[in-house]
């Protein structure tokens, strides 16, 4: 039309399709699902039923399974283990791979020394809401002070095992490292039932709780700093 200035072309739009959108975000929401609010509920649960019940006619029934099977070999092996992964080792062990990681420059080692060090703050306030007493002594190899639920081992050591875990699962030299971090969770809170100082709820709270903990930290750590979610150089 005449005297109509003419009209400017829109740039086009750069954001994404809607598939595109929904693919993102889809599996950031499943992933925040099973890895974090699966493991808080099945946690949840079982605290609940602790607190009505106060534990699992399976619990004793698997601590007497492992008290039958205990050998001289087993036990020593079983108690270096607990110093080991206590807390006169495994700061030291967490503080040895943080400063490994460190030396790269990579933002791993924040990672690693964050999920041992909120684990293990977790589960001091655990311990302290929950109030549980540890298994009957007569039957355990160790005495150790302080509340059985959750286990401070198994919670602690399945943060530090699981940080490894996602820091090297897409690392081609450093997958050994992955497996031997879920490997080390799993052990350490076998140990635990076999000495006779947990229930194997106890173990399997900890095991949760440390779970949505980590899984959670990587999520939030992750959107932060991409380089989270690279394997360390």
């Known amino acids: 039309m005449a005297g109509c200035p003419p009209t400017t072309p829109r ?67 079983a108690r270096v283990l607990a110093v080991v992964a206590g807390a006169g080792g495994l700061p ?31 589960n001091v306030l655990a311990k302290l809401v929950f109030h549980r007493p540890r298994p009957d002594e007569l039957l355990a190899v160790l005495s150790e002070p302080g509340f059985s639920f959750p286990s401070g081992h198994a919670m602690v050591n399945a943060a530090f095992g699981l940080a490894l875990a996602l820091a090297f699962r897409r690392s081609r030299a450093g997958w050994p490292l992955a497996a031997f971090g879920v490997l080390w969770a799993l052990l350490v809170g076998v140990s635990r039932n076999y000495l006779g100082v947990h229930y194997p709820s106890d173990v399997l709270a900890g095991f949760l709780a440390s779970t949505a903990w980590v899984f959670g930290l990587y999520l939030t750590m992750g959107r932060r700093w991409p380089a989270l979610r690279r394997p360390p150089v």
């Open 92 to 122: 030291l062990l967490t503080l040895l791979f943080a400063w490994a990681l460190r030396r790269r420059g990579d933002v791993h080692a924040a990672f690693l020394v964050l999920a041992v060090a909120g684990a293990t703050l977790l």
């Open 11 to 77: 740039p086009p739009s750069h954001r994404p399709p809607p598939q595109g959108i929904i693919r993102q975000h889809g599996r950031a929401a499943l992933r925040l699902l099973l890895a974090v609010l699966v493991p808080l509920l099945l946690f949840a649960d079982l605290a609940e039923d602790i607190f009505r019940h106060g534990g699992f006619a399976w619990d004793q029934s698997l601590l007497d399974w492992y008290a039958a099977r205990r050998t001289p070999g087993l036990t020593q092996a």
